[in-house]
């Protein structure tokens, strides 16, 4: 497994988690991150950019101003604070790498083993 997400579980509407992504085999210090979701019985969507030096990050509008995508490339890991949690974020979350953020958003080079959340209300 080279990405693995952590940091689901449940949690009351107006909650917060921190989703971490670690990697192994390999770093991922010079490529963009993203984080998914795929919400039950739903297509996976876009949630969150970072580019490989956090210098650029990018969100889906459903998220913008209660999530934040950061990065630490000394621990090779990266992170989704996600506050104000909706029942509505209930989802697998996922976090993939890519050449940019461009390409993290449109096509993935490597996908993480998802962790779930889900937001009671």
């Known amino acids: 497994v080279l990405l693995q997400a952590s940091g689901g579980g449940l949690v009351q509407a107006g909650g917060y988690l921190r989703l971490s992504c670690a990697a192994s085999?390999?770093?991922?210090?010079?490529?963009?991150v993203g984080w998914f979701r795929q919400p039950p019985g739903k297509e996976r969507e876009f949630v969150a950019a970072?580019?490989?030096?956090?210098?650029?990050?990018y969100y889906a509008d459903s998220v913008k101003g209660r999530f934040t995508i950061s990065r630490d490339n000394t621990k090779n890991t990266k992170y989704l604070q996600m506050n104000s949690l909706k029942p509505e974020d209930t989802a697998v979350y996922y976090c993939?790498?890519?050449?940019?953020?461009?390409?993290?958003?449109?096509?993935?080079?490597?996908w993480g083993q998802g962790t779930l959340v889900t937001v009671s209300s």
């Open positions: 993939a790498v890519g050449s940019s953020i461009v390409a993290v958003t449109t096509g993935p080079d490597y």
């Open positions: 085999g390999r770093t991922f210090n010079s490529y963009a």
């Open positions: 970072i580019s490989w030096n956090g210098g650029t990050t």
